[in-house]
């Protein structure tokens, strides 16, 4: 099966390189398969042994598409969309603002009978998925695309639901949640670790995923990726909106996320003379504990506020937020006394698609007020020190997870033992810390002691851009301070 969706994914994404001749990126192609691919298994439901009456209205179908030719079928293909992105639900999301980005009708027509000649509806889920799943990793690892911010590794996210535990019944969130990996993650777990009866099996498809994201042409791509994974009908389970707009009021037993990268929220202004600025949008809600325009703070935030009393979070948030001082201070000292902050995982640099990102993954509970701090200890497991990683040729694999998942102990979180790369911090020592900061190291740095046993020269020099990259982001913010100074 895994040979056959290969197949699959490398048809299609080499019909990519003759559209790239015209001006189409790899972005833009898989979001026309997207909406071709939909009308296609929309089209193949209602025939036998389905014949189910059609959710696309009739001359908006996949069959009015199929027959026409030439200009005929551009012209006709811009009203398919247009038409279908004004609907509700499912139709709604995947085609709200949708255009067609392919001119020459000759190649629109080769992509329609690329599509035409699969059956996609009798596919079995798991090869639909990995073909989607395949098409959006393509896109990913394409750098000028910029696609790659909205991917998180998919060991990384496989590892982040394997400890979270997560049980049938329970209602999961993403709040930025990019292409859908972290719900699919989720949906596999209960697959794969649960006997579901008919009930959870309905709960699973309709009704314990949610999902926002903030730009249209991802929420399509997830919305699409979520409905071949079988979750989703009618409506659609993803959201198009920014999540830190507003409490939405409603509340999750799990959040599993990886907010965008990019320290600052910004809107950009055109002044008279058409000089581009950008300005600094500070959040101000009610239920958040610090107002800053800090993104990743804000989402920090949003996460608290839309778990239940109990309800468990792991977060993707970069370096600054572990150690940043002004609102992050605030934050972090809320965070351990109102949370139980048990566990945080450093991870290493080469790992995600944009550069220079140095991160972590925050595992917390939300626990109902309390005088006395819910945070007893913090354990840091540090995957960062001594390890080395590129994107193409020594990616994250999930045996590289395998440690930290068993010194995270998820069956008995609190019988953990203590290893060389896994360390308790005492609440009372964080709080004795400047800052209150969480950004706390122990292992020693071999490459600066053992220069015989350096890694090979491409790893050093992905490293080296890393850093790079990440001292430009920290300039560019201090830059962004100084404009915003009166």
């Known amino acids: 099966m895994a040979n056959e969706s290969a197949t699959i994914v490398q048809r299609l994404w080499n019909y990519c390189n003759v559209l790239r001749d015209d001006g189409v990126s790899y972005g833009d192609y898989v979001e026309q398969l997207t909406y071709l691919v939909f009308l296609k298994m929309a089209d193949e439901q209602t025939k036998p042994p389905f014949n189910k009456p059609s959710t696309i209205p009739v001359g908006l179908d996949w069959e009015s598409l199929v027959e026409k030719d030439g200009d005929e079928l551009e012209v006709h293909y811009r009203h398919i969309l247009e038409s279908l992105g004004k609907m509700e639900g499912m139709l709604g999301v995947i085609f709200r603002k949708s255009q067609n980005r392919i001119n020459d009708p000759a190649k629109l027509k080769r992509l329609i009978s690329l599509i035409h000649g699969e059956n996609w509806v009798s596919m079995d889920i798991d090869m639909k998925g990995d073909i989607y799943e395949g098409l959006l990793q393509k896109n990913a690892e394409d750098t000028k695309s910029g696609a790659g911010q909205y991917f998180t590794p998919r060991a990384l996210i496989r590892a982040m639901v394997e400890v979270t535990n997560i049980q049938p019944g329970m209602t999961i969130c993403d709040p930025a949640c990019g292409t859908g990996g972290f719900l699919l993650a989720a949906q596999e777990y209960l697959l794969e670790h649960f006997n579901l009866n008919k009930e959870q099996m309905k709960q699973l498809k309709s009704e314990i995923f949610r999902g926002y994201d903030i730009v249209d042409n991802v929420a399509r791509l997830c919305a699409m990726n979520l409905f071949l994974h079988g979750i989703g009908g009618d409506e659609s389970p993803i959201t198009v909106a920014d999540a830190l707009a507003a409490d939405p009021g409603d509340r999750y037993d799990i959040v599993l ?107 917390f509970e939300k626990k109902p007020a309390s005088e006395t701090p819910w945070t007893e200890k913090v354990w840091f497991y540090d995957l960062r020190t001594n390890m080395h990683f590129t994107l193409k040729t020594n990616p994250l694999k999930y045996a590289d997870l395998e440690d930290f998942i068993r010194c995270y102990h998820p069956e008995k979180r609190h019988d953990r033992e203590e290893s060389e790369r896994f360390k308790p911090i005492t609440y009372e020592e964080i709080l004795g810390r400047d800052k209150v900061s969480l950004d706390i190291f122990w292992l020693r740095d071999e490459s600066l002691e053992d220069a015989d046993n350096l890694p090979e020269p491409d790893i050093i020099a992905a490293e080296i851009v890393d850093n790079l990259e990440a001292a430009l982001e920290q300039f560019r913010e201090v830059l962004d301070g100084l404009g915003e100074s009166p």
Request: charged residues 20%.
């Open 257 to 363: 996320t990886n907010p965008p990268f990019g320290k600052k929220s910004s809107i950009t202004i055109v002044n008279e003379e058409g000089k581009a600025d950008k300005e600094g949008l500070t959040i101000e809600r009610g239920d958040f504990w610090a107002t800053t325009s800090n993104k990743q703070l804000n989402f920090l935030q949003h996460v608290r506020t839309i778990l239940t009393i109990n309800g468990k979070c792991a977060i993707v948030v970069p370096d600054n937020v572990l150690f940043e001082g002004g609102a992050g201070e605030i934050v972090r000292k809320k965070l351990l006394h109102e949370c139980d902050l048990h566990t945080i995982l450093r991870l290493p640099t080469g790992i995600f698609y944009a550069q220079g990102v140095k991160a972590n993954v925050l595992f």
